[in-house]
């Protein structure tokens, strides 16, 4: 079994709420979409904006490998010729192998949304499917409220598919545009409507189609629900990008149909770029990847509790649904308060580390104490590795704070002044105090710089250490300004980057701990 897999993010995907694609984006898109195996890509709606209208004209020459471009639109207008309409036209103008038109199947669309007959709303059908059949194009005829529109009025859901296939159309695409059916009410209507059309029509090349919406959260189950019950095409999006909860996410839809089953909708190779595709998208549509979405997340193979790592340890299945790799994705081992000993060797390792048993049972007591007082490691895995090598006999720090005080004056005349004096015992081959002051625009900047001017002559290399972000968190509000505050710092060196954390009921010394632990991580 082999799915044709339908991508319309460039379409559906940027109706969503703040996705923006420029014209540079879809193109890109479209290429990266084209290298990964997709069958067909919908690059939007003619005519509706200038930004669609380029991207056609722009699209001939990306030369797809193997992908058919599609291009999106309705059926005539009641009343007038296709050889009059003017959406009819832009479509034709697109130039695309594909068309995809979109039809009404509901009565209650027909009479009260396009306001015209029952009996017009077939001829339109069947006169624009004739319409580009006969200039050679591949036609999708989408069925839009298909499963809302059978339970309202079966017989007439039907009949518009009848009208689209009588016509030459290549394709029945049947669509739960609400988003609102039951994946039981998918595989039953989608089996009822698969059988009767083909003992109707036994000449003719029927394929089917599904396209679902997420508003109940069950647009990937449906959709699969659909391919069970005999349609052999999947419309989606990457992501799930869409209108109001969004589209069917074709990332899941794919691994699921491939390796759950037994689909070739994809190659063993081509499903490895899975989490490199969702990521790609996501930074395209300046979204923040979902950390938690299935096969592709960050988290997606992510273990914290003690028990499960325990467990992987062993049998990396025991936990794991899949061999992560096969959709380009990674295990994870997290550290935090819920850890086991089997956690923290297995960080150890992953740092390079030899720790025994006792020297990370004392680390993950001191974790479980810190975390106890607002500490958070699961995103500062370089204050983990430091203490376990804190923890390990012979290791030196390459610094240790004496003392430090930070004035923040705020004087008329001159304004705000933060000014830092940091004391530190030097380490590097020898001993040496260091005592210095700097300036600052806020009190951390200035222990930065302090700290920064105390170390740098003795480590040249920090001149190319730079804090990549710094972020504060209050843990109990309820404490007004005696509340417990949490900082972390992100640091960057070359193509290195790193987090430490730190927390305390004094702002400065939570960032004081963070920002000691990246300097100390750089030196390591």
Known sequence: MTTALYDTTLRDGAQGEGINLSVEDKLRIARRLDEFGVHYIEGGWPGSNPKDAE?????????????????????????????????????????????TMVAKTSTLHVKH???????ENLDMIRDSVAYFKAHGKEVMHDAEHYFDGFKLDREYALATLRAAVDAGADWLVLCDTNGGTMPWEVAEIVRLTVDRLREERPQSIVRFGIHTHNDAGLAVANALEAVRAGCTQVQGTINGYGERVGNCDLIPTIANLKLKMGDECVSDAQLRRLTELS?????????????????????????????????????EESYQHIDPARVGNSKRVLVSELSGRGNIQYKAREFGLDVGKEEARKVLQQIKELESRGFY?????????????RAQKG???PFELIDFLVVVENRQGRGLLAEANVKVRVRNGGEEIAHTAAEGDGPVNALDRALRKALLPHYPQLAEVRLADYKVRILDSNNATAATTRVTIDTRCGGRTWTTVGCSTNIVDASWQALADSIEYALT
Do not use: W
């Not at 990306?62 to 309705?74: C, E, I, N, P």
């Open 55 to 99: 991207f056609f004209a722009r699209a001939k020459a990306l030369g797809f490998k193997g992908a058919r471009l599609a291009a999106f639109g309705s059926t005539r207008k009641a009343g007038v010729a296709c050889e009059s309409d003017a959406q009819i036209k832009m479509l034709h103008d697109a130039q695309t192998p594909v068309v």
């Open 113 to 119: 949304v396009l306001e015209t007959t029952l009996e």
């Open 279 to 315: 990521h790609y998208v996501a930074e395209m549509a300046n979204q923040a990847p979902n950390i938690r979405a299935p096969y592709t997340g960050h988290a997606a193979f992510a273990h914290k509790g003690g028990i499960h790592v325990a467990a992987i340890l062993k049998v």
């Open 377 to 389: 490691f699961e995103g500062a895995e370089a204050s983990v590795e430091l203490m376990l090598r």
């Open 395 to 397: 290791y030196t720090p």
